[in-house]
């Protein structure tokens, strides 16, 4: 199993990123997907998630400005975040589920630095 993510870096207040999440060695199509993040001294807090049929959730601090999707053919996860603000700082971990209520598997993570 592997997901790798790609697209994270140093972006200033109000600026956008998009994250990437290539993936391989499990049934992308049926598994649930997303992103979690970490920040230094925090606990892994959610993201957002996007299930096999599409249905999205988000964490309450990043609703209406990040936005999760899916492509099934690429086997790959994506996290379009808009509107950073500097508590958006952490590393980014791209995840999929197999079954229960947390992520069977886990990237690397990428950096996000939001500040001016």
């Given at each position: ?27 992308f199509?049926v ?5 979690f ?13 996007v ?10 601090s990043?609703?209406?400005r ?17 509107n ?12 999929s ?14 950096q ?5």
């Amino acid at each position: 199993v592997q997901l790798v993510e790609s697209g994270g870096g140093l972006v200033q207040p109000g600026g956008s990123l998009k994250l990437s999440c290539a993936t391989s060695g499990f049934p992308f199509r049926v598994n649930t997907v997303g992103w979690f993040r970490q920040a230094p001294g925090k606990e892994r807090e959610l993201v957002a998630t996007v299930r096999s049929a599409g249905n999205t959730e988000y964490g309450d601090s990043v609703k209406g400005r990040f936005i999760i999707s899916r492509d099934n053919a690429k086997k790959t996860v994506y996290l379009q975040m808009n509107n950073l603000k500097p508590e958006d700082t952490a590393v980014y971990y791209c995840v999929s589920y197999e079954a229960g209520s947390w992520p069977s598997y886990w990237g690397q993570g990428t950096q996000v630095t939001v500040s001016s």
